[in-house]
């Protein structure tokens, strides 16, 4: 790997000494935020159903919950535990990434360093016989010198890493539905606190062996992430709850806490946010009702804070605001590094003393993610107003779709799209629905366990209850026209149109490409690549007259990454069932097409197929739907893997 892994210079000199030796040792106090549950019961946390009557939580990494959290915190430790005592193999960590060696290690620290000898062990000592986790390293860091295929690297470890965690919360969350009838009543599944605790088991949270000060190699400024844990597990933000990240005075090289990040989300009264510019409020001091009820003191995150503005530390800054769709009812987004220019402490709005930390946003940086998507919230309401020129049409689809696609083009006079009929979905041959089985399954209400339906895919569902994709397989069979259950049907997900609103735009790099102006979520279905199917005696014929044509054969497999928990459980395998043969058709687009058809390609997809069947029974002509890979913000390019080569292609040559 090309990179570098840099301490930082600091020519500040030494802080003045205290007036006494005695050593101060703040106590972690949180700035607490609001809890994020799932707005809809999905039902009770699940038990692994096994006896745990001493479980000791890591004691570097647990916060000290308020009586308004604890049980979240008790949560997440408990099934920490359970998961630590549960398997005996740990799987190898991946991709991490080595300080250079230096003659001098300390020659170029972010912050003075005053005593090594004072560092903390990087191994937490346990009772013999329970896990031993890595502590949180303290040692500050850089990442420098990012060439292209660093870039690239990086940023493919934090994809997979993200879909393994959101594959793991959808899993879990999928299994305890079917354990619904013995659970607790009244308690919710907490699918991100069951992943995270599963991955930190096996050793999957990135960026524990140092302590990154500025951008984590990649994740990029608008990532948009739906829980807290899952920022623990990238290393965006290391706290589960508090506000303030940074490393504790007893376990700073000099000394001295040094904050790294920190979360805005309104949280505390006297914060101000005007996007660049932010007043960041202290922690500590409110009630469970974010009234602040007492002044608050210059130590733990707050005394962090002011020390990283005096060594000119900047720190990343993730907002997090209530979302309409999120399934946690929030969204976090990262916004960038900012530096912090002033402090000072001030009666707040409850009279009350605050520390208040002024902020401002590097320059040279990507737009913030939050302000991209409030514009996506804009033009979904008023696209005129926030965009006159450059609209082409506001319904590509005539009408036909459940929401409008917009077109879109401010490059130059290309209006190519208009020319094609729309198509929502793919036209087969009608011999197809003559032939073949006409049994469906006799759920009135809606598929149940066990229906025939449930049995034709394996004895289980595809699909969570929330309409998510669990896993990937090499076909999914939904119910059809000839099945009594009705069009809500958990079974019927890609037959319900458009969920999101789209636009086709002109670009630079790729000519017409597609983005959602919706916040979309991993493992949602995006819509169906349709066409006019043709058959290999078809194909000869259009072939000789130059038309291009979509094979579904050449799309890469990408169905196997969604969902592959391999690195969790040993003993998994990829779904095999049901085997189909190879797809030997081809998709006609020359004078019909839909959305999908100007998804750009690339070797690093967002969006992956899946083949599907539901208004015919034959295996050799599935219906090619489109799911997320992983989290895709509003405005954000979609992109498929065609299972071409050139990465400079951009997409293929007949959608340009």
Not at 124 to 142: A, D, F, N, Q, W
Not at 197 to 222: C, E, F, Q, T, Y
Not at 349 to 359: A, I, P, Q, T
Request: hydrophobic share 35%; net charge negative.
């Amino acid at each position: 790997m090309a990179s570098n892994l840099v301490p930082f210079q600091d020519l500040n000199l030494y802080p003045d000494p205290p007036a006494t030796s005695t050593p101060i040792i703040p106590k972690i106090e949180p700035k607490l935020e609001p809890l994020e549950e799932p707005p809809s019961p999905l039902g009770p946390p699940p038990g692994l159903h096994l006896s745990n009557a001493s479980t000791i939580p890591d004691p570097a990494a647990a916060p000290s919950p308020t009586s308004s959290d604890a049980d979240v915190y008790a949560e997440f430790y408990r099934i920490s535990e359970l998961f630590r005592s549960a398997f005996a193999q740990r799987v190898e960590k991946f991709g991490d990434v080595a300080i250079l060696p230096d003659s001098d290690p300390d020659s170029r620290a972010i912050v003075p360093v005053s005593n090594p000898e004072t560092q903390v062990s990087d191994v937490v000592i346990t009772p013999s016989g329970s896990r031993k986790y890595p502590t949180r390293s303290s040692e500050l860091v850089r990442v420098t010198d990012l060439k292209p295929d660093d870039h690239r690297y990086f940023r493919d470890l934090i994809r997979r890493t993200r879909m393994l965690f959101d594959s793991l919360r959808v899993f879990s969350i999928s299994e305890d539905e079917k354990h619904r009838d013995i659970m607790v009543p009244q308690r919710r599944t907490r699918g991100d606190l069951k992943a995270s605790a599963l991955m930190r088991h096996s050793g999957l949270w990135l960026n524990r062996d140092k302590r990154i000060v500025g951008d984590i190699p990649g994740v990029s400024i608008g990532d948009v992430f739906f829980f807290r844990m899952e920022l623990c597990v990238v290393g965006l933000h290391g706290q589960p709850q508090a506000g303030i990240d940074y490393v504790p005075a007893s376990q700073s090289s000099n000394g001295e806490p040094i904050a790294t990040s920190i979360i805005v989300s309104g949280g505390y009264e006297d914060d101000e946010d005007q996007g660049d510019v932010i007043v960041y409020t202290g922690h500590g001091g409110q009630d469970k009702n974010n009234k602040q009820v007492v002044h608050q003191k210059l130590e733990c995150g707050n005394l962090a804070l002011e020390r990283s503005m005096n060594y000119g530390v900047e720190v990343r800054v993730i907002r997090g605001f209530k979302y309409e769709g999120s399934i946690s009812g929030k969204v976090y987004v990262y916004d960038g590094l900012y530096r912090i220019i002033e402090t000072w402490f001030d009666v707040g709005k409850s009279g009350f003393g605050v520390f208040k930390f002024k902020l401002v946003r590097i320059e040279n940086q990507p737009e913030m993610g939050s302000t991209g998507m409030k514009f996506a919230g804009s033009l979904r309401t008023r696209p005129l107003e926030v965009r006159p020129n450059g609209y082409i049409t506001f319904d590509l689809s005539r009408k036909k779709e459940t929401y409008p696609v917009f077109l879109y083009n401010d490059i130059d006079g290309d209006r190519d799209p208009l020319n094609y009929d729309y198509l929502i979905t793919t036209v087969f041959p009608p011999y197809l629905y003559s032939s073949g089985s006409t049994t469906g399954c006799e759920c009135v209400g809606g598929c149940m366990d066990e229906c025939l339906c449930s049995m034709k895919n394996g004895g289980e569902f595809a699909y969570d209850m929330n309409g998510i994709l669990v896993r990937g397989k090499p076909l999914i069979f939904e119910c059809g026209p000839h099945c009594r259950c009705p069009p809500s049907c958990r079974n019927r997900v890609t037959q319900k149109g458009l969920r999101n609103r789209f636009e086709v735009f002109r670009s630079r790099e790729t000519g017409w490409g597609v983005r959602s102006l919706d916040l979309i979520q991993a493992g949602s279905f995006i819509c169906e690549y349709a066409g006019i199917v043709l058959t290999r005696e078809q194909i000869q014929l259009f072939t000789m007259t130059g038309d291009s044509l979509i094979y579904p054969s050449r799309f890469a497999e990408r169905w196997k990454e969604w969902g592959d928990l391999s690195q969790i459980f040993s003993d998994y395998v990829c779904p095999t069932y049901p085997s189909i043969p190879p797809l030997d058709f081809a998709m006609d687009v020359s004078k019909l097409r839909n959305v999908a058809c100007y998804i750009s390609h690339s070797s690093s997809p967002n969006v992956f197929v899946q083949l599907v069947l539901h208004d015919h029974n034959n295996v050799c002509f599935p219906r090619l739907m489109l799911f997320a890979m992983e989290n895709i913000p509003p405005m954000r390019e979609l992109s498929l893997d065609y299972g071409v080569a050139d990465e400079g292609m951009g997409k293929l040559a007949i959608c340009n």
